[in-house]
């Protein structure tokens, strides 16, 4: 398992930080997400996880950007 930091694009205030977390935690994704640096960490096990990741804050409505 691999830990990955993302720069997360779209959060407006604390509160999208934790709708990322739940949604991802919905998937069983352990994460953790700062709304202010603006960063996800995120546990990835395979590349289909990563892009499983990606799809999922894709739809909660953000965009992540490999950092």
């Known amino acids: 398992m691999t ?3 993302y720069k997360v694009q779209g959060m407006d205030c604390p509160s999208c930080a934790m709708v990322i977390e739940s949604d991802l935690e919905d998937a069983g994704i352990k994460c953790k997400c700062d709304f202010v640096k603006a960063e996800l960490e995120v546990e990835i ?3 289909e996880h990563e892009q499983k990741v990606h799809e999922i804050v894709k739809t909660s409505g953000y965009t992540l950007i490999n950092s």
């Open 3 to 5: 830990k990955k930091t």
């Open 45 to 47: 096990e395979s590349e």
